[in-house]
């Protein structure tokens, strides 16, 4: 199953929000999608999995939804510290964790 | 709270074996699963495998050829060997825990919660 994420980059100003996509070639389950926030320099962190559960930490301006082979991470209002970089994962069968190819949030 | 941190030679020959530990510390190996999952420059995050302590292990079939995976209980320590590299086994090679909800008797919510800072291994003569 492979991923595609769009849009690439994203030029949003603090305070607005930001809409991200990320689509399956397939069907999946809506339990096995989660998505991270990479900074420079930085592993992953992980926001959201399940496609809709907040890891624990994460402000809740950042929310997920989705199913079937679209899903989406809002950031309801950005904040200076969420410029970064956003991947989406699948849980599968081979191989067990795939990756998305990112959407770029910069500062507009 | 958990901390991962990876260590081994940030340069590696062609053709020789990558090796990296990941040191863990705040809370035990035994009952997780643990991945490496590594970053090429301009690449996607790849994941290249994940194993627990009762002896389940599961690599990427684009390099399960390659991989050995392992883990010291005693030490608290994760393990990868990568042999045969060239350069495009150029990357950051992150370790990281595997997080999971228990839903009704089933195992979902899949995802790595704790990582290290990760290292950056160089292949090259």
């Known amino acids: 199953i492979v991923l595609t994420q769009s849009p690439g980059t994203l030029s949003l100003s603090p305070g607005e929000r930001a809409t991200l996509s990320c689509r399956a070639s397939?069907?999946?389950?809506?339990?096995?999608l989660a998505w991270y926030q990479q900074k420079p320099g930085q592993a992953p962190k992980v926001l959201i999995f399940g496609a809709s559960f907040r890891a624990t930490g994460i402000p809740d301006r950042f929310s997920g939804t989705g199913s079937g082979t679209d899903f989406t991470l809002t950031i309801s209002r950005l904040e200076p510290e969420d410029f970064a970089m956003y991947f989406c994962q699948l849980y599968g069968s081979s191989p067990a964790f795939t990756f998305g190819p990112g959407t770029k949030v910069d500062i507009k | 709270q958990v901390h991962l941190q990876e260590s081994g030679p940030r340069l590696v020959k062609p053709s020789e074996t990558l090796s990296l530990t990941c040191s863990v510390s705040?809370?035990?190996?035994?009952?997780?699963?643990w991945g490496w999952i590594r970053q090429a420059a301009g690449k996607d995050l790849e994941w290249i495998g994940h194993?627990?302590?009762?002896?389940?292990?599961n690599y990427n079939p684009s390099l399960m050829s390659r991989v050995t995976m392992s883990l010291d209980v005693s030490k608290n320590e994760i393990s990868l060997r990568l042999n045969s590299v060239t350069a495009a086994d150029t990357a950051v090679y992150y370790c990281?825990?595997?997080?999971?909800?228990?839903?009704?008797?089933?195992?979902?919510?899949?995802?790595?919660?704790?990582w290290g800072q990760g290292s950056l291994v160089t292949v090259s003569s």
């Open positions: 705040g809370g035990s190996i035994i009952g997780f699963y």
């Open positions: 397939q069907t999946v389950s809506s339990g096995d």
């Open positions: 990281a825990r595997m997080g999971a909800t228990k839903l009704r008797d089933l195992w979902t919510h899949y995802r790595y919660d704790y």
């Open positions: 194993l627990i302590n009762t002896g389940d292990t």
